[in-house]
């Protein structure tokens, strides 16, 4: 059994986290918005699932031009969420209850209302207050064009232009200016930043867009057409570390800097990269003298398919393990289609497009959905590693696909002028019970609107419910505390379709994948993500648990 207690220094190291999105988890004070105080009244229901480790994406003062990820003071509560005291009275409820708190640190870019970028712009061209930010001046004979060809990752160029003819560099929204790292004040700041969470109380923090942070701003800056194309997805095709702003290598240097700190503390802080860049490159960001884990994309990227599956999960414990780090699973999270809707996605379905459909076309079957989310969570938590489970998917919540665009919220939607339909359909408050003004999330109504077989999805309709999704995340997660073990896994001869291993103490976990039922491999089970049936088959589409 894996000691998960507070004074494990590794107690990160194959823990549950669940992600909770502020705004859309539980709203005390009847704004429509979630907010802190929302978070501390329901971290019951955490302990009761029994997670590890809760991590809460910006909470910060925001104008939530980007949900929170632009960030006007990074050492403050958003008065819409509550106050810093509220902010000690939720670390200091979930420590009660046993769990770790892990923050979100944005260091990439800045609100655009930010006290930096704001004296920037009054400041004007060439001023040292403009040099904590990218700003340039632009092409062409008037400076009419773009620094450079660099895309936003929402859509459009990534350089916004000021009324005194500068441009600055946004790689997300333009109220999301990039900030200089090569600036000695901006890692003064970050530094300070990280003390300040970490002498709250703070266990933990994930990085947003770890890669990102160090760019190529030798003149003249270099386009990136020539790599073909603009997104991450490049990197599979770069030499490693010569893109002009993802994942060059002078990045490390930050984070071993920032690894100083969180092992002044004890126990050490812990980290984690958001760095979607390939599995060996992501491995560095992990490294023991650096972040320590990185979210592994690969494994929610996958399709349902047993090849596909057994790769991405040995390829990534390799990877891990090469790197002395542990490994990471997330299946959702607030950035892409819920894997209960997803996973019966028909394989190369154009996820945009089918949003756009409202959900429709092509069809999903949410009965087919929730059996395939349930035998994949119970294959990512009988893995080695870390799982990072985001909210609402203990409840096997689908994909709200058929959000009316007048109500969108994601700056996606409005920057790709209505191409991309974007990422609230994730982000739906949750349902806390069967009917109310907002489902049990607040007293009045939801910052987004929830439909209207949300109810049925609710805490409320699954505790204690036998066979609720729910119920089979608590026993799961009960179960795996008990059974946790070292770090690796060992395959097991499996038919076609059909992933099995086991764990070092003898638990093994078989999936089957295929489309049809395979002889069920002898052992106890000690739990199942459907009732199995009586002929000793392992039916499609289910994974089950199996004694040593
Ligand atoms: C990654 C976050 O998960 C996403 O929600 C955000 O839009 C971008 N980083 C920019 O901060």
Redesign the pocket.
């Known amino acids: 059994m894996v000691d998960l207690s507070s004074r494990n220094p590794d107690w990160w190291r194959q823990a549950v986290i669940y992600q909770v999105y502020p705004r859309s988890f539980a709203d005390a004070d009847g704004d429509g918005l979630g907010d802190l105080k929302g978070v501390t009244e329901r971290l019951s229901h955490l302990a009761a699932l029994g997670v590890d480790a809760l991590w809460l994406?910006p909470f910060y003062p925001s104008e939530l031009a980007?949900?929170g990820?632009d960030v006007a003071d990074h050492r403050d509560v958003d008065p819409r969420l509550g106050t810093l005291d509220d902010f000690d009275a939720m670390t200091a409820e979930a420590h009660r209850l046993g769990l770790k708190v892990i923050v979100d640190v944005?260091p990439?870019?800045t609100s655009h209302l930010h006290p930096w970028f704001q004296a920037a712009l009054r400041a004007g061209p060439g001023s040292p207050a403009r040099d904590r930010y990218v700003f340039r001046p632009g092409r062409g004979r008037r400076g009419e064009l773009p620094p450079s060809d660099w895309q936003s990752?929402f859509g459009g160029s990534a350089w916004q232009r000021v009324p005194d003819g500068e441009w600055y560099l946004h790689l997300?929204a333009p109220e999301?200016p990039d900030l200089n790292w090569e600036h000695e004040e901006v890692r003064a700041d970050f530094r300070t930043t990280l003390r300040f969470w970490s002498d709250r109380g703070v266990d933990g923090f994930r990085i947003?867009?770890a890669h990102a942070l160090v760019k190529d701003l030798a003149e003249p800056l270099r386009d990136v057409s020539e790599f073909g194309s603009t997104g991450e997805e490049a990197l599979e095709r770069v030499p490693p570390g010569t893109h002009p702003y993802w994942d060059r290598d002078e990045v490390h240097e930050i984070y071993r800097d920032w690894r100083k700190i969180f092992d002044a503390y004890s126990p050490p802080r812990t980290a984690v990269a958001?760095a979607w860049v390939p599995g060996a490159r992501r491995a560095l960001y992990a490294r023991p003298d650096e972040l320590g884990q990185a979210f592994n994309f690969e494994y929610l990227q996958a399709p349902w398919d047993a090849d596909a599956l057994r790769q991405v999960i040995a390829d990534s414990l390799a990877t891990a393990g090469a790197a002395g780090a542990s490994a990471t699973w997330v299946l959702s999270?607030?950035?892409v289609v819920r894997h209960a809707s997803r996973l019966v996605l028909p394989p190369g379905t154009d996820e945009n497009a089918w949003l756009l459909s409202g959900g429709h076309a092509p069809r999903t079957d949410a009965a087919h959905g929730l059996r395939r989310a349930r035998a994949a969570t119970l294959l990512m938590l009988a893995l080695p590693g870390s799982s990072y489970v985001y909210q609402g998917e203990e409840l096997g919540l689908p994909e709200v696909a058929d959000l009316p665009t007048a109500v969108l919220q994601d700056p996606i939607w409005e920057q790709t002028g209505h191409v991309r339909k974007g990422?609230d359909g994730c982000r739906v408050p949750l349902p806390w019970t069967t009917g109310g003004p907002s489902y049990g999330f607040g007293t009045a109504g939801a910052w987004l609107p929830q439909p209207e077989w949300f109810g049925s999805y609710a805490v409320e309709a699954q505790a204690g419910a036998e066979g609720s999704t729910l119920e089979l995340y608590r026993t799961a997660l009960r179960l795996r505390r008990k059974l946790l073990d070292g770090e690796t896994l060992t395959w097991a001869e499996a038919p076609e379709g059909v992933l099995h291993f086991a764990r070092s103490d003898g638990w093994r976990c078989v999936t089957n994948v295929s489309h049809v039922p395979v002889p069920l491999p002898p052992g106890e089970v000690l739990l199942a993500s459907v009732p199995l049936p009586l002929d000793g088959t392992l039916p499609p589409d289910t994974t089950v648990w199996l004694g040593a």
Do not use: A, P
């Open positions: 994406s980007d949900g990820y944005v990439n870019h990752v997300f999301q947003d867009v958001e999270n607030h950035d990422r």
